[in-house]
């Protein structure tokens, strides 16, 4: 080991043991490797068990067992009431009123809900603009959409294009949104980008395409639990995020879905169903449809319980430390990873997320320079080390230290194992 590196060991160290969070790795389960276990930077992809994930599933296969249809009334989380055990949680998370927010399928299929309530086009204005280079499942959302409605996505697809750099300025939709916002119907964005790991100006992008009339909506996938948001100060019409990156719900966790407040009792059709129907009344089985006010009212179905369970373990962890702690860890984090690879690895890799840590959160998107075919060379040499990130093609690594249990160590065992693989080449 060179100076250098045990320098940066002993600091690494140092930094673990002064942080106050350090201890919440503890509560969850790390992967194994060999002997010792993973430095896990994929938590933009799927997050790790909490420990008291078993358990919570466990209480309610029992409730199942002991109870069975009485399961939905008793007990100490009866499953009627399951939202209003989730919603405050996850309502403090977004920045949203409890009302502006519910639990329920999974991202895509909620995209679809709201796009069929807030995309609703006429024959003068029902483009849908997105950023070019958008996750392929929102893509594929879309243009189903537009084909829904019998338009052409050549003419109705508006993609805005990223600087040089491939990242988005508001000036790039403050141009696309002046040339043709009286077309569009709909602007759908993410609030992080994924794979650049670049944040948007949610309320900034709002405003704009409000100025021009179009409805709004975000895709935080990549960004719930991982930044602040103020989901409800920023104005935007819907969001939808999923439950199983950053929230560690669990594969394939039950959804989140936020709608404005100002539409808690839209006239807009909606793709309806029994549990969207007026809490108070659902069980009257009057034919008439009543939605429930607010986001609770695009309710379709009645929810998987077991789904569900890992998801209450999960966003403990959120509701005890805040999302203002976490994002201070996660810059401490973060801004260290970026410092090692500036100063150990810049010859190797360029990093392609912004350096500026209020348009990021946790991940950097790193890129072998002069790749040509390298890059997943790399990233297979890491996973062998036990450092699991994640490969995009055409030459994306992607590293997430996550704050609720990733370490300063984790990310100088990836800088290590890179530079084991450059010394190498
Ligand atoms: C992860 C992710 C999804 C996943 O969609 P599912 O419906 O949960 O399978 C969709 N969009 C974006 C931007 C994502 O990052």
Same mark, same amino acid.
């Given at each position: ?131 070019? *280079?958008? !996750?392929?499942?929102? $893509? +594929? /959302? ?5 084909? =829904?409605? #019998?338009?052409?996505?050549?003419? %109705? ?98 959804? *989140?879905? !936020?709608?404005?407040? $100002? +539409? /808690? ?5 909606? =793709?309806? #169903?029994?549990?969207?129907?007026? %809490? ?146």
């Amino acid at each position: 080991m060179t100076a250098h590196a045990a320098t940066d060991e002993a600091h690494a160290l140092a930094l673990d043991a002064a942080d106050p969070l350090s201890a919440l790795r503890d509560e969850f389960l790390i992967p194994p490797h060999g002997k010792g276990e993973q430095a896990y930077f994929c938590g933009n992809s799927l997050g790790l068990q909490p420990r008291a994930a078993r358990a919570a599933l466990e209480r309610e296969l029992d409730s199942w067992a002991m109870r069975a249809v009485e399961g939905h009334f008793e007990g100490a989380r009866p499953w009627l009431r399951v939202q209003d055990e989730l919603v405050p949680t996850l309502a403090a998370l977004v920045g949203a009123e409890p009302a502006e927010v519910v639990v329920m399928n999974a991202l895509t299929v909620n995209l679809h809900l709201m796009m069929a309530s807030f995309y609703r086009p006429t024959p003068e204005r029902h483009a849908i603009l997105i950023e070019q *280079g958008a !996750f392929p499942s929102d $893509r +594929h /959302a879309v243009l189903g959409q537009l084909a =829904l409605h #019998g338009h052409d996505p050549r003419e %109705a697809l508006i993609e805005v294009a990223p600087d040089a750099d491939g990242l988005f300025s508001t000036t790039a939709f403050a141009t696309a949104l002046a040339e043709q916002g009286n077309r569009i119907a709909l602007v759908l964005l993410p609030g992080v980008q994924y794979l650049s790991g670049q944040l948007l100006d949610l309320r900034a992008l709002s405003e704009l395409a409000h100025r021009q009339g179009c409805c709004v909506g975000f895709d935080l996938a990549h960004a719930v639990g991982n930044v602040p948001l103020a989901l409800h100060d920023s104005h935007c019409d819907f969001a939808v995020w999923c439950s199983y990156k950053y929230l560690n719900g669990g594969p394939g966790a039950p959804a *989140g879905c !936020f709608v404005h407040a $100002r +539409h /808690a009792r839209t006239p807009r059709p909606r =793709l309806a #169903g029994w549990w969207g129907h007026q %809490a108070t009344t659902r069980f009257d089985m009057d034919p008439g449809f009543v939605p429930e006010a607010g986001a609770a009212g695009w309710q379709v179905s009645n929810p998987p319980i077991l789904a569900l369970a890992p998801l209450h373990a999960s966003l403990e962890p959120f509701r005890r430390i805040g999302m203002t702690r976490l994002r201070e860890r996660s810059l401490r984090l973060t801004g260290h990873l970026e410092t090692l690879i500036r100063t150990r690895l810049d010859r190797v890799l360029e990093i392609r997320t912004p350096a500026d840590p209020a348009q990021r959160g946790c991940q950097l998107s790193l890129r072998v320079r002069g790749d040509r075919g390298t890059g997943r060379a790399l990233f297979e040499h890491l996973v062998a080390d036990g450092v699991i990130g994640d490969w995009r093609e055409p030459h994306t690594i992607r590293l997430a230290p996550v704050p609720l249990y990733n370490r300063h160590m984790d990310n100088l065992r990836a800088v290590l194992a890179i530079e084991s693989w450059a010394a190498r080449r």
